[in-house]
């Protein structure tokens, strides 16, 4: 039931809505039903392709606002963050994709400021770019920790959303790679019919074009205050979950 192509597409629509909306929260959600409908490998693929079509046309159309400097910087930490993945060659079952996609949140907003981890300071982009990448190939999705190094900087809401879009797009593409091609042979076969990825593309566009209309109407204020409670209600639910899983409830 969970797994039809109706429910999944409901979910898509809805989950790239919230993500165009707040560059977040939506992949999380994601995630976590994918996780629950699929294997962990048919959850990985199928997320990260949603997801990279999602990010990948948000960025698109608040293209004047990315910050092209800090990817960049970005993409170098993730690569070096994927040459580690594949020399332990690990992955997850479905319980550390739960407790690591629900903690993730709670981490993110407990780190101090005095860490100042401030995306537009020196060294701190390539940061960003291998703890981000490292937890995408753990839990599927690492978008509360990249806010982290957004959220504190001096960069408007059009700026983070369209500057992490692009990010986040890479960080899918590497999920895609590692769990399509290099760790492939680690997990059982995803076993989706194609047309499975046909229907999503379009669905999670759609998504994205609502959240921007939705984003466009909010200001700065408004957008970090809801981003905070959101990801709170929704990384307690999936911590209750993964529990749930390691005690057999």
């Not at 994709?97 to 709670?106: D, M, N, R, S, T």
């Not at 190939?137 to 690492?142: D, E, F, M, R, W």
């Not at 957004?150 to 769990?179: G, N, W």
């Not at 566009?205 to 209309?213: A, I, Q, R, V």
């Amino acid at each position: 039931m969970l797994s039809s192509p109706l429910i999944l597409a409901v979910v898509v629509v809805v989950t790239a809505t919230l993500s165009g909306i707040f560059g977040m929260a939506g992949g999380m959600i994601l995630m976590g039903y994918l996780t629950v409908a699929f294997t962990v490998g048919a959850a990985m693929m199928l997320h990260g392709v949603t997801q990279a079509v999602s990010n990948g046309y948000r960025a698109i159309i608040n293209r004047d606002a990315i910050r092209w400097r800090l990817v960049l910087e970005i993409v170098a930490g993730s690569a070096v963050a994927l040459g580690l993945f594949m020399a332990v060659r690990f992955v997850p079952d479905k319980a550390t994709v739960f407790l690591i996609l629900g903690l993730i949140p709670f981490v993110g907003f407990s780190i101090p400021k005095t860490w100042n981890l401030d995306i537009t300071q020196p060294f701190i982009a390539p940061l960003c770019g291998f703890v981000v990448t490292a937890l995408t190939l753990v839990a599927g999705v690492a978008g509360p920790i990249l806010d982290v190094f957004f959220v504190r900087s001096p960069l408007a809401r059009h700026e983070i959303v369209a500057t992490k879009a692009v990010s986040q797009t890479i960080q899918h593409l590497t999920k895609l790679l590692y769990f399509g091609v290099l760790a492939s042979h680690l997990l059982p076969p995803a076993d989706l019919p194609w047309w499975i990825y046909a229907m999503v593309a379009p669905l999670a566009m759609l998504g994205t074009t609502l959240g921007k209309m939705l984003l466009d109407r909010m200001d700065d204020t408004q957008f970090k205050r809801w981003s905070r409670w959101l990801l709170y209600a929704i990384g307690s639910i999936l911590i209750v979950r993964g529990l749930m899983l390691v005690t057999g409830l």
